[in-house]
């Protein structure tokens, strides 16, 4: 069975820091492309960074340099390191694993979230 879990947020002051980590287990990260989303209270959720299956890394203008992701294959995880968090950036955040063969999507799972807080 196919399970995402993500772990690290919680509750940190406007400037500070946390790194997010999102375990995969039933499939092999090396064949997905790798994200994590965000979904703030009221709002749609959005893409925040994602990392290809060659390594190539994107990311959405509101992290501003702000956040890095990385993945180790062997282990099966993917991080989201987040620096100088603004209030704004107060969601729960999710991992995705997407698979695509040309116009098909052959597989897209999602991880439960974990909650970010950012709050003086």
């Known amino acids: 069975q196919v399970q995402l879990v993500e772990s690290g947020g919680g509750l940190v002051q406007p400037g500070g820091s946390l790194r997010l980590s999102c375990v995969a287990s039933?499939?092999?990260?090396?064949?997905?492309?790798m994200y994590w989303y965000r979904q703030a209270p009221g709002k749609q959720r959005e893409q925040a960074a994602r990392?290809?299956?060659?390594?190539?890394?994107t990311y959405e203008d509101f992290v501003q340099g702000r956040f890095a992701i990385s993945s180790d294959n062997a282990k099966n995880v993917i991080f989201l390191q987040m620096n100088r968090l603004k209030p704004e950036d107060t969601a729960v955040y999710y991992c995705?694993?997407?698979?695509?063969?040309?116009?098909?999507?052959?597989?897209?799972?999602w991880g439960r979230g974990t909650q970010v807080t950012v709050s003086s």
């Open positions: 995705n694993a997407t698979h695509i063969t040309g116009l098909s999507v052959e597989s897209d799972y």
């Open positions: 039933g499939i092999d990260i090396s064949g997905y492309v």
């Open positions: 990392v290809t299956r060659s390594g190539i890394l």
